[in-house]
């Protein structure tokens, strides 16, 4: 199983980004997706996640900003990420099944 994330950068407070996790190797459509993140010198927490049937599920320091969806025709999940802060800044981590681990993608939020 292979997980490719993409679509992190540099951002301004208040500004937008959307992840992409590309999955391979698997069922994806009828497994369960996350998005994580860690911050320096911080713990790896849960951001969202979305089952296979499409119901999701956020942190409460995201909710309201963030999205999780998925395409099962692309075999993706992706993090539609606005009115980012400085505390969003973070290494952003894909996860399949929850199970498997995809590299991760850093975001920025700086002005």
């Known amino acids: 199983v292979q997980l490719q994330a993409s679509g992190g950068g540099l951002v301004p407070p208040g500004g937008s980004l959307k992840l992409s996790c590309v999955v391979s190797?698997?069922?994806?459509?009828?497994?369960?997706m996350a998005w994580y993140r860690q911050a320096p010198g911080k713990q790896r927490e849960s951001v969202a996640s979305?089952?296979?049937?499409?119901?999701?599920n956020y942190a409460d320091s995201v909710k309201g900003r963030f999205t999780i969806s998925r395409d099962n025709a692309k075999n993706t999940v992706y993090l539609q990420m606005n009115n980012l802060k400085p505390e969003d800044t973070a290494v952003y981590y894909c996860?399949?099944?929850?199970?498997?681990w995809g590299q991760g993608t850093q975001v920025t939020v700086s002005s």
């Open positions: 996860r399949s099944a929850y199970i498997y």
């Open positions: 190797g698997m069922i994806f459509s009828a497994n369960a």
């Open positions: 979305i089952n296979s049937g499409g119901l999701t």
